[in-house]
């Protein structure tokens, strides 16, 4: 049951760092697209 917990709260910190890592790459990458927009 200890073991059991370990490995899920594991795949719940990776999950939850996979999905931050997601959000910051698309606001860049938005925020990159709105910058270029407003030069030209």
Do not use: Q, R
């Not at 917990?5 to 997601?22: E, H, K, Q, R, W």
């Not at 697209?33 to 030209?40: R, S």
């Amino acid at each position: 049951m200890k073991g059991e917990a370990g490995i899920s709260f594991t795949s719940l910190a990776i999950l939850t760092y996979v999905i931050i890592v997601n959000i910051s790459v698309y606001y860049l990458n938005v925020h990159d697209k709105i910058e270029k927009m407003n030069m030209c």
